[in-house]
């Protein structure tokens, strides 16, 4: 007979059916009567089943009275309507064999709460706690629904390089690839000389996806890219990780309108599918992390995003009573205190923020009319402040040259990127979401070290 996962049994209308059920113990209780009740849980769902043992058994004493948190059992029995409260069903059994005992005096994960600090040192362990269960299959169910809201709206999935030559964002920022010797590099004239290095030049782990995306996007209309990106910030903050994880689509024949909305569209159906199909761990969510979570995620969907330029942010939040602790000037990038005041405080909603200076964005964003700003868009959730960056792309030759020369990038590095405005020209758009900062706000997390199942940040690559 084949092996049923938990979430099966709990929703099926079948009862008094032979069923086997494989997993680990989370409680046992023994009861006068002459038997156990034993809570199992298999990683299928939130809830576990609750399996009753009779002391009719044959290692009932040997084997059953000595199960503990952690164990690994196979259960046969069958499965029967629940007398007790709190289930729904729950399994008869008729034989419990112990695949893997875990020694109670040693296993570090014992039913009281242990904090996140303590279950970071023992990443190895930690999936096996509510909490990080749940985050596993919140994580994991909403990288579905980013897929399927892109190939519903036929965008084509690229896999952007991983290592590139190309140092987008500045050196400072980015982890180096070489098979060089580092105790000896080859050098000529005093530096490192990297014609002897692997790629026969400096390579790095990419930062975003985004210019290669585009590439494809002028070639196949709509197409996203969703994988890992790397920032050797030494940022020891709890929104910071080294390796995250990154959702970048690129839209030809868009501008910075279509951007918006998309973006929007994106997020509300993500969210919405999360609500709907993860329902029980977002039910712990609300109760054990955030008490309005919930609602919050319930406000996104329903509330239509306000759209306010920079300018005029920077007029109301000039105008406000609030005490800043950085002070508001036109011209500089808002702090997070700005971003949530926007936000939380003044729309009570999400909001999206557009046409930035064009001094304190990337050379890559299209020059609006003024002359003086970009079309580039940020998306601003309450509490949480930027969750996506976007923009519409320059795809006028000249400017874009022009823009690069201003901005002192390397143009022999980026031919390519030029030659893209070169041959068949078109106006187009993307953004990035940052999909960490993404299951951290969905969860009510409050680190980003424990929304993914092993966090790289400075002085940590342990597991
Ligand atoms: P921040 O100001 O928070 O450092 P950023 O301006 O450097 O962000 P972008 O370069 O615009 O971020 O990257 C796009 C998205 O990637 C951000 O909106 C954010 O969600 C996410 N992101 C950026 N850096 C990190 C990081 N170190 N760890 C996790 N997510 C990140
Ligand atoms: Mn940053």
Same mark, same amino acid.
């Given at each position: ?23 680990? %113990? ?415 706000? %969905? ?21």
């Amino acid at each position: 007979m084949k092996r049923k996962k938990i979430s099966g049994l709990l929703s099926t209308s079948q009862r008094d059916i032979d069923i086997n059920v494989y997993g680990w %113990v989370r409680t046992r209780r023994d009861s006068k009567g002459g038997f156990s009740f034993i809570e199992i849980y298999d990683g299928s769902c939130f809830k576990g089943i609750q399996i009753i043992a009779d002391s009719s058994l044959p290692n009932y004493e040997q084997d059953i009275q000595k199960l503990s948190a952690g164990c690994a059992v196979f259960v046969q029995g069958m499965l029967v309507e629940s007398l007790g409260s709190g289930q729904s069903v729950e399994v008869q059994a008729k034989k419990i064999d112990v695949l893997g005992f875990a020694d109670p005096e040693k296993y570090p994960l014992q039913k009281k709460r242990h904090s996140f600090e303590f279950l970071r040192q023992i990443a190895h362990l930690r999936p096996r706690t509510n909490t990080f269960g749940a985050v596993s299959r919140v994580r994991s169910a909403l990288s579905y629904a980013i897929h399927s809201f892109f190939q519903e709206n036929n965008f084509h999935y690229i896999h952007t390089p991983i290592i590139t030559g190309s140092d987008c964002e500045g050196a400072g920022e980015m982890f180096r690839v070489t098979t060089l010797n580092l105790e000896q590099p080859p050098k000529k004239n005093g530096q490192v000389d990297y014609s002897h290095d692997f790629f026969a030049k400096a390579s790095y782990l990419t930062v975003s996806g985004q210019l290669e995306a585009e590439i494809y996007a002028l070639a196949l209309g709509n197409v996203y890219t969703f994988g890992p990106t790397f920032r050797a910030e030494n940022s020891n903050t709890s929104r910071h990780l080294a390796e995250f994880w990154m959702v970048e689509p690129e839209m030809a024949f868009c501008d910075l309108k279509e951007d918006a909305e998309t973006a929007e569209n994106f997020l509300k159906y993500i969210i919405k599918h999360v609500l709907i199909n993860r329902k029980d761990d977002m039910e712990f969510f609300n109760k054990f992390i955030d008490k309005s979570i919930i609602e919050k995620l319930e406000n996104i969907i329903s509330s239509e995003f306000i759209v306010l330029s920079y300018t005029e942010a920077v007029k109301i939040l000039k105008s406000s009573k609030f005490n800043f602790s950085y002070p508001v000037q036109w011209g500089h990038n808002l702090q997070a205190e700005h971003e949530r005041y926007l936000a939380q405080t003044y729309c009570r909603a999400p909001v999206v923020l557009i046409d930035f200076p064009k001094e304190i964005k990337p050379f890559y964003m299209r020059c609006n009319d003024d002359n003086k700003t970009v079309a580039a868009m940020d998306i601003l959730f309450p509490a949480i402040g930027e969750i996506i960056g976007g923009s519409q792309r320059e795809e006028r030759y000249d400017i874009l040259k022009n823009n690069m020369i201003e901005k002192k990038l390397n143009l022999d590095e980026y031919w390519w990127y030029l030659e893209l405005r070169e041959y068949g020209t078109v106006p187009h758009a993307g953004f990035g979401l940052g999909f960490d900062r993404l299951i951290q706000f %969905v969860t009510g997390m409050g680190n980003i070290r424990d929304v993914i199942a092993f966090a790289r940040t400075p002085k940590n690559a342990d597991f």
